[in-house]
């Protein structure tokens, strides 16, 4: 893994997502989307980090403590931020682009186009709001497959917009 081989990477992303995910939810009970980027910074420190260890026992508890210390800088920083903002955030209405319509109808095309499965996905998520959490618990799935699926079609999604923005 500390060589950057993928398919290593990838296995101990399979492998240990769930974990990880649920030590940032217990750490900073903080949304979904804060804990999957302490878990996107965990996991890339882990990488970075990783060293032989004898027992399984060994790495899960040096997960725990990665997972741990990025919650707390990530937490740091963003209490940093807001101080830095200032603590009265102020609400500005902003009106819509002109070519918002188009680019939702857009949008909307290509999604009906999807595998109804990775189109289920993007309604359970973005539409019904539900968490990870519950979308796998709904389908079956582990949180990492759901989380890995979503991001897949919504980098393709995205591809897909910009090549329409090109023409």
Do not use: H
């Not at 420190?45 to 060293?51: E, I, Q, T």
């Not at 899960?60 to 403590?65: C, S």
């Not at 680019?103 to 009906?112: C, F, H, N, V």
């Amino acid at each position: 893994m500390a060589a950057g081989d993928a398919r290593a990477i990838e296995e101990f992303y399979r492998r240990y997502f769930d974990l990880m995910y649920a030590l940032a939810r217990r750490v900073t009970r903080r949304d979904e989307a804060f804990c999957l980027d302490i878990v996107q910074e965990a996991v890339i420190k882990a990488v970075r980090l990783v060293r032989a260890v004898e027992s399984e026992s060994q790495l899960t508890a040096w997960l725990r403590l990665v997972v741990r210390t990025t919650a707390y800088d990530q937490c740091k920083a963003e209490r940093r931020r807001q101080n830095r903002e200032g603590a009265a955030a102020v609400d500005e209405s902003i009106e819509p682009a002109g070519g918002d319509d188009e680019q939702i109808g857009i949008l909307r095309g290509e999604i009906a186009r999807l595998d109804p499965e990775l189109a289920k996905l993007i309604d359970l998520r973005f539409t019904q709001r539900l968490t990870l959490g519950r979308i796998a618990s709904r389908l079956g799935l582990s949180i990492g497959t759901v989380d890995g699926r979503l991001r897949r079609v919504l980098k393709m999604l995205r591809g897909r917009l910009e090549d329409d923005s090109d023409e």
